[in-house]
T-cell receptor, first 112, second 112 residues
Framework: AQSVTQLGSHVSVSEGALVLLRCNYS??????LFWYVQYPNQGLQLLLK??????LVKGINGFEAEFKKSETSFHLTKPSAHMSDAAEYFC??????????FGTGTRLKVLA | NAGVTQTPKFRVLKTGQSMTLLCAQD?????MYWYRQDPGMGLRLIHY???????AKGEVPDGYNVSRLKKQNFLLGLESAAPSQTSVYFC???????????FGPGTRLTVL
C-alpha cells in the first residue's frame, strides 16, 4: 500500500524567504512522485514530478524537489517566496498503476 | 482545447435528492478520475476509469455511481444525497502512456 504524509497543514514564510514544504511517502515499489498547486477556487495543476532518472527535479515558478529514497522524502523548495506563491500544495504518489494517493495538503501563506 | 470541464460549478441539494455531475475532456485522454476534496483530508479517489466502458472503485465509492459510455465523458451520480456528501468534487484525466493528471475546475456541492 502507498501513503503520503505532508508535515504541516499551514506554513507561513516572509516574502523573499526560503519555502520548504515537506512530503514523505511510503511505497513498496519505485514511486512516481508529484507536487500539485491549487489556487483559491481552482483545480489542481502540476508543479513538478519525479518518475525516473535525475533525483532533483525542477518545476514551474522556480520550485524544485529532490527525491531521496533513503529518507522516503520528496520535499518541495523555492529559494525566494513571492506573494503569488500563496496557495495550497499537494504531494502525491503513484506506483504507475494509474492510481494516485494525495497528501492532505499544505497551505502556504506569504507575509509581506 | 477546453481541457477538462465540469458541470455544474455549484449545486445545492436537499437530503435524498439525486443528481449527476458531468466531466468532459477534449484531449482524447484514456484515464479519468473523480475525487472529493474535504478540509484537512486532501483529495480522496471516489471512482476511476481506465477506458471507455470501464469503471472501478476508489477509496470512498459508497453512495456514488459512475458511468463512462463515451471516452470523453465521465459521469458521477448521487442517487440519494446525504449531508456527508457535501464537498468539492474534482475530475481529472490522464493520456494513455502519461502520468500527469489534468484537473477540472471543480464542482462545489452542498447537501442540506
Amino acid at each position: 500500500a502507498q501513503s503520503v504524509t505532508q508535515l504541516g497543514s499551514h506554513v507561513s514564510v516572509s516574502e523573499g524567504a526560503l519555502v520548504l514544504l515537506r512530503c514523505n511517502y511510503s511505497s513498496s515499489v519505485p514511486p512516481y512522485l508529484f507536487w500539485y498547486v491549487q489556487y483559491p477556487n481552482q483545480g489542481l495543476q502540476l508543479l513538478l514530478k519525479y518518475t525516473t532518472g535525475a533525483t532533483l527535479v525542477k518545476g514551474i515558478n522556480g520550485f524544485e524537489a529532490e527525491f531521496k529514497k533513503s529518507e522516503t522524502s520528496f520535499h518541495l523548495t523555492k529559494p525566494s517566496a513571492h506573494m503569488s506563491d500563496a496557495a495550497e500544495y499537494f504531494c502525491a504518489v503513484s506506483s504507475g498503476t494509474y492510481k494516485y494517493i494525495f497528501g492532505t495538503g499544505t497551505r502556504l501563506k506569504v507575509l509581506a | 482545447n477546453a481541457g477538462v470541464t465540469q458541470t455544474p460549478k455549484f449545486r445545492v441539494l436537499k437530503t435524498g435528492q439525486s443528481m449527476t455531475l458531468l466531466c468532459a475532456q477534449d484531449m482524447n485522454h484514456e484515464y479519468m478520475y473523480w475525487y472529493r476534496q474535504d478540509p484537512g483530508m486532501g483529495l480522496r479517489l471516489i471512482h476511476y476509469s481506465v477506458g471507455e466502458g470501464t469503471t472501478a472503485k476508489g477509496e470512498v465509492p459508497d453512495g456514488y455511481n459512475v458511468s463512462r459510455l463515451k471516452k470523453q465523458n465521465f459521469l458521477l451520480g448521487l442517487e440519494s444525497a446525504a449531508p456527508s456528501q457535501t464537498s468539492v468534487y474534482f475530475c481529472a484525466s490522464i493520456p494513455s502512456g502519461g502520468n500527469e493528471q489534468f484537473f477540472g475546475p471543480g464542482t462545489r456541492l452542498t447537501v442540506l
